[in-house]
């Protein structure tokens, strides 16, 4: 068969209009494996089905780009670098967008490759037309091209190709295309500057990343929500929060959070800001963040009370994060009966808000209330059981209601709740006493679909693991928590039939 798609393509070479040629070797192509087209890659000669994308004839064009896609599968990319350089420069300036997705699949496939990435450094212009590709208005092209060159930039080689020759001025024209474009480069200027130390060097030295963080603190209350995104992204490695501290750019961040009372714009950037701080306290130290710029707590507290939903989910959001490690959680309960009020407000939210909001604040309460078992100190679980009963009158029975509402997401986010709390002994004591809780618990009938019976697997698997399970409640509920466990999540209970004597 390889061979029958080896004379086809001898055949489309030799025709001016080769249509019907090209139709049979699609089919052909499509059907012969890979490992028989890498057999024969040494003969497979490809320079005519890329001239014939010249044609600007719209069915020749998709036939040549689904027959390369599959031929170009089996050639080395070392091959497809050194052999097809011409070929990709062309594709990377074709009118359609499919010839340049498929040329920069293959430009992806290369730069992955140590030994064929060398053919790109040294084509100065393919490089200029990979970094020309992010300003085109088809986003799939402007991705591609980002990763690239992002993948480029992994190599000493590479980031002296980006950022110490003519290509960094090629950047700077592409970003004058529009405010998309731009904000597109710096998506790939703090991509590359998140890889290390040495690769910020480069970013910064370029003035790139100066120009976002100026952008950052302007006054246009758009660009701000846009840029703190990409900030955040930097802020996620140790030597890009380094770098923004020196550079006092999150003390800029708090005193813009600081006046947002006085903007009348203020909910276009505050709920970026605010998520900003919420994971640098994460990443960082809850206790320091929170200490050093105390605006961000009392922001987080405010948002809780606000009427816009867009800013209760937000604090919901970072509340949850803020309290995902027992630092976190020991800084909110410093702050006494007002984070009471705040997990009542949670809590009210969880019940009644709209759908989406009602699990974000259901993640958020399981993210505060699990314990791992090494850090279940007498102090911290007396702890999260006066959280669990601030949320509510009787929060248990408010998650088991939540739970039997008929939408999938709310019920493994009600499950999630109880799977947090599940191996600490007062909220055992709460589920055994609580009637027909544990009946509940082991009931399969209740889930119907396979996120649902894998939630509730985990919440059978954290109770039957506990250490104190057993003891409170009692052995036979333990083993048919350990008979579900063995079972597995998805155990169907075999209905027994009778046979009638007769029957056919």
Request: hydrophobic residues 40%; charged residues 20%; glycine residues 4%.
């Amino acid at each position: 068969m390889a061979a029958q798609a080896l004379s086809l393509l001898r055949e489309v070479a030799r025709l001016e209009a080769p249509l019907e040629e090209l139709r049979a070797l699609q089919s052909v192509v499509q059907a012969v494996p890979l490992s028989e087209l890498r057999e024969q890659a040494a003969e497979l000669h490809l320079a005519p089905l890329f001239s014939l994308l010249n044609d600007n004839h719209r069915e020749q064009t998709a036939l040549c780009v689904s027959i390369l896609e599959r031929l170009l599968q089996a050639v080395e990319p070392v091959h497809v670098a050194r052999n097809l350089r011409v070929d990709l420069q062309r594709g990377l300036t074709h009118p359609d967008d499919t010839v340049k997705i498929l040329t920069l699949s293959q430009v992806g496939r290369i730069v992955e490759n140590s030994d064929a990435v060398t053919e790109i450094l040294n084509n100065a212009e393919l490089l200029k037309q990979i970094v020309y590709c992010i300003g085109g208005e088809n986003l799939s092209v402007a991705k591609a091209a980002i990763k690239s060159l992002s993948r480029i930039s992994l190599t000493q080689a590479g980031l002296e190709a980006l950022f110490e020759s003519n290509l960094l001025d090629d950047l700077k024209n592409v970003m004058k295309t529009n405010d998309v474009v731009r904000y597109r480069v710096y998506e790939l200027i703090i991509e590359i500057s998140s890889v290390s130390p040495e690769s910020l060097h480069y970013c910064t030295m370029s003035g790139l990343v100066t120009q976002l963080l100026r952008e950052l603190t302007g006054e246009d209350v758009l660009v701000r929500a846009t840029c703190i995104e990409m900030v955040t992204s930097l802020a996620y490695t140790p030597h890009g929060r380094q770098y923004l501290a020196q550079e006092g750019v999150i003390d800029q961040i708090s005193n813009i959070i600081v006046g947002a009372d006085s903007d009348p714009f203020f909910s276009f950037y505050l709920p970026g800001f605010v998520k900003f701080f919420g994971n640098l306290a994460v990443m960082d130290s809850p206790q320091q963040i929170c200490e050093r710029y105390p605006v961000f707590v009392e922001k987080v507290f405010e948002m809780t009370e606000s009427q816009d939903p867009t800013m209760i989910g937000v604090a919901v959001d970072t509340i949850g994060i803020l309290g995902s490690n027992v630092e976190g959680k020991q800084v909110l309960h410093k702050t006494g009966t007002r984070f009471e009020g705040l997990l009542m407000r949670i809590g009210h939210q969880a019940k009644n808000a709209s759908t989406e909001l009602k699990i974000r604040c259901l993640d958020a309460v399981s993210s505060l209330l699990y314990l791992p078992p090494e850090q279940q100190t007498d102090d911290l679980l007396r702890m999260t059981e006066s959280w669990f009963s601030s949320l509510s009158r009787d929060p248990l029975e408010l998650f088991r209601g939540i739970s039997n509402q008929p939408f999938p997401e709310l019920h493994c986010a009600a499950l999630k709740v109880f799977t947090a709390i599940a191996d600490q002994p007062w909220a055992q004591k709460l589920m055994f006493n609580s009637p027909g809780f544990v009946e509940y618990v082991m009931d399969r009938s209740v889930e119907h679909d396979k996120a649902s019976k894998d939630a509730k697997y985990e919440l059978v698997k954290a109770l039957a693991n506990s250490k104190t399970i057993a003891e409170i409640f009692g052995n036979p509920n333990y083993l048919r928590l350990r008979t579900y466990l063995s079972e597995g999540p998805y155990y169907v209970k075999p209905v027994a039939t009778t046979a009638v004597e007769g029957a056919d």
